[in-house]
Each structure stands twice: as structure tokens, then as C-alpha cells.
């Protein structure tokens, strides 16, 4: 499975920002894509996720009523609309596939199996 992540870039606080994650090969055996950032010097943290199949989603308190994650299974690409970024959310993101799971696993990177090679977003105050 290949993970391509587009859609950073440096945008003003309070600006928005709409990140893509396009996903080829055995994407069939998918259950969830996840969106995850790393700032420098801290770890990396789960920001949403998705189910391919039901569309669940998941968010962190940090992100939760500002981002939106959606998808599009004709396209194998999903997306994360980032609204009224703040400073904080500077960081580079990461998409991520998870091939099998529930909804307990969606926060855990660890349960991961492929990564795309992230996007830098940076959040000017």
C-alpha cells in the first residue's frame, strides 16, 4: 500500500487548510485511514479518523469542532478540511491505514500498518 499525502502549506491563525491522502495498492483490505502530526520536539499524536467501509469517524479533543475528515471510496483518498487553525497545530501530518481494527483502535498508531511520508503545515500567529 502507497499513502500520498498533499494539501500543507502555511496559512494564518484562524485560516483553513484541506490535506488529501490518496492510498493505492491493497487498499481492499483496509479498515481505517488516520490522519496523525508531529510537531518538533514533541510526539506524534492522533488527530481523526475513518472507517472505509461504515464511516465512522474519530477526532482528538484538540482538533475536535475545527477539523473534518471525510472519504471518497471510488477515489481510495481521504481527506482532512482543517478550519480555524491555530499556531498549535503546526506540525507535519501523516496519513496512515490501519488493515484491520474497531473503533478502540483508531486513536493507536501503534496499530498502524502503512504511512504516508507527511505534509508540513504551518500555522502563523
Known amino acids: 500500500v502507497q499513502l500520498q499525502a498533499s494539501g500543507g502549506g502555511l496559512v494564518q491563525a484562524g485560516g483553513s487548510l484541506r490535506l488529501s491522502c490518496a492510498a493505492s495498492?491493497?487498499?481492499?483490505?483496509?479498515?481505517?485511514m488516520g490522519w496523525f502530526r508531529q510537531a518538533p520536539g514533541k510526539e506524534r499524536e492522533f488527530v481523526a479518523a475513518?472507517?472505509?467501509?461504515?464511516?465512522?469517524?474519530g477526532y482528538s479533543d484538540s482538533v475536535k469542532g475545527r477539523f473534518s475528515i471525510s472519504r471518497d471510496n471510488a477515489k481510495n483518498t481521504v481527506y482532512l478540511q482543517m478550519n480555524s487553525l491555530k499556531p498549535e497545530d503546526t506540525a507535519v501530518y501523516y496519513c496512515?491505514?490501519?488493515?484491520?481494527?474497531?473503533?478502540?483502535?483508531?486513536?493507536?498508531?501503534?496499530?498502524?500498518?502503512?504511512w504516508g511520508q507527511g505534509t508540513q503545515v504551518t500555522v502563523s500567529s
Open positions: 475513518i472507517t472505509w467501509s461504515e464511516g465512522y469517524t
Open positions: 495498492g491493497r487498499t481492499f483490505s483496509s479498515y481505517a
Open positions: 496512515a491505514t490501519q488493515n484491520s481494527g474497531n473503533l478502540l483502535t483508531l486513536q493507536r498508531g501503534s496499530l498502524y500498518d502503512y
